[in-house]
C-alpha cells in the first residue's frame, strides 16, 4: 500500500508537473499471411464418407444402408459443429492479435495535454495500405504532440511575462525554453498504450519523442502515471468504466472496446474517435479526482436518460 508521503507528493506534484492524457484503439493484423497461418491452425479436414463402413455384423442390404446413411450423416452433422467451432477459435486468436503491437494495428490515438483540449490522429484510407495509414497517423500524433508542448509553454511564457511586464522577443524566446517541461503521461494500464505506441513506431520507422517513457517503471512518477496502478495498486487490475462508476463518473455507453474492429471494418471510424475521445475524457477525470482536483466542464460527458438508449447499451 502507499504510504501518505507517497500521496502527498502527488499532491505536489499535480502543482507544477504538466500531464499528458493519451489513449489509443487498435484493430487486429491486416496481414493475410499471417491470417492464413491462423486459418492453417484451425484447419477442419473433410469427412471421409467413402471409408465409412456399415456394422459388420448387419446382412439386411436396407439395414445396411439405413445404417451407412446414419453414420455418413453424424459425420457431416459433427464435421459442421467442428467447422463452426473452428471459426470460433480463428476469429478469438485472430481478433487477439491487436493486443500484440508485433500484428496488430493502432486505429486512432487521442490525446490531450493539461486542461487543453483533446486532439485525435486517427488512420485514414482502406485496409490494404494499413501501415501507411498507421504511419502517417504516428507522424501526425507526434507532431501534433510537439506543437501542443510548444503551444502550452508558449502560453506559460505569455503568462509569465505579462506578470513581469515584459514582452520583448528574446525574453519570449528564453521563457519558452523555461516553460518547455517533459510532461508526465497518463493513460489507464499506461504499460499497454505507452509501449504499443513505441513499438508501432519502431516497427514503421517513426521516431518516437525523446522522452517517450517506454522504459518508465510505476513508480517513476515523474514521467509516467497509470491510473489502474494508482487505485488498484501494482500488478492488480480494474477497467476504466468500473473505476470511473466507482468514482461516481459517468461510465462507458453504448460502445465498448470488444467493437472497435467491427466498427472500423464497416467504416465507421469516426465513432471509434469519438469513443476513444470519451475515453480520455474518463482518464483525465479520473486522474484529477484521485489528485483532489474538479472534474473540468470540457470532460462532462452526457449521459443518456434512462431507456433511451436501451437497445444500443444491450447489444
Known amino acids: 500500500m502507499h504510504s501518505f508521503s507517497h500521496y502527498d507528493a502527488l499532491a505536489r506534484q499535480a502543482a507544477t508537473a504538466l500531464y499528458l492524457y493519451v489513449d489509443i484503439e487498435t484493430i487486429p493484423s491486416q496481414d493475410a499471411t499471417l491470417i492464413d497461418a491462423i486459418r492453417a491452425k484451425h484447419n477442419v479436414a473433410e469427412p471421409q464418407l467413402d471409408a465409412i463402413e456399415p456394422d459388420r455384423r448387419l446382412k439386411d442390404p436396407e439395414k445396411i444402408a439405413d445404417d451407412l446413411a446414419r453414420k455418413r450423416e453424424k459425420a457431416v452433422a459433427d464435421n459442421s459443429t467442428a467447422i463452426e467451432k473452428a471459426e470460433a477459435a480463428i476469429e478469438e486468436e485472430y481478433r487477439r492479435t491487436a493486443l500484440d503491437a508485433s500484428t496488430g494495428h493502432i486505429a486512432c490515438a487521442c490525446v490531450a495535454v493539461g486542461t487543453g483540449d483533446i486532439y485525435d490522429a486517427t488512420i485514414s484510407c482502406a485496409a ?6 498507421e504511419r502517417d497517423m504516428l507522424n501526425e500524433l507526434f507532431g501534433g504532440l510537439e506543437q501542443l508542448l510548444q503551444d502550452h509553454a508558449r502560453n506559460a511564457a505569455l503568462k509569465s511575462l505579462d506578470a513581469q511586464g515584459r514582452d520583448n522577443t528574446e525574453s519570449l524566446k528564453l521563457e519558452i525554453q523555461r516553460h518547455r517541461v517533459v510532461p508526465v503521461v497518463v493513460a ?20 518516437p519523442p525523446s522522452w517517450w517513457p517506454v522504459d518508465a517503471r510505476p513508480w517513476d512518477t515523474d514521467r509516467v502515471a497509470d491510473t489502474m496502478t494508482m487505485w488498484a495498486g501494482h500488478g492488480n487490475r480494474i477497467g476504466l468504466d468500473r473505476l470511473c462508476k466507482a468514482l461516481g463518473l459517468p461510465g462507458k455507453q453504448g460502445v465498448d472496446g470488444s467493437q472497435v474492429w467491427d466498427l472500423v471494418r464497416a467504416g465507421r471510424i469516426n465513432e471509434v474517435v469519438s469513443y476513444c475521445d470519451d475515453d480520455v475524457r474518463r482518464l483525465r477525470s479520473v486522474h484529477r479526482k484521485m489528485l483532489g482536483l474538479p472534474q473540468l466542464e470540457i470532460d462532462e460527458i452526457e449521459v443518456p436518460a434512462e431507456g433511451a438508449d436501451g437497445e444500443r447499451e444491450a447489444a
Request: hydrophobic share 50%; aromatic share 16%; charged share 20%.
Open 128 to 133: 490494404q495500405f494499413i501501415e501507411d495509414a
Open 188 to 207: 489507464h494500464h499506461a504499460g499497454f498504450d505507452i509501449r504499443y505506441i513505441w513499438q508501432r513506431a519502431i516497427v514503421l520507422g517513426v521516431t
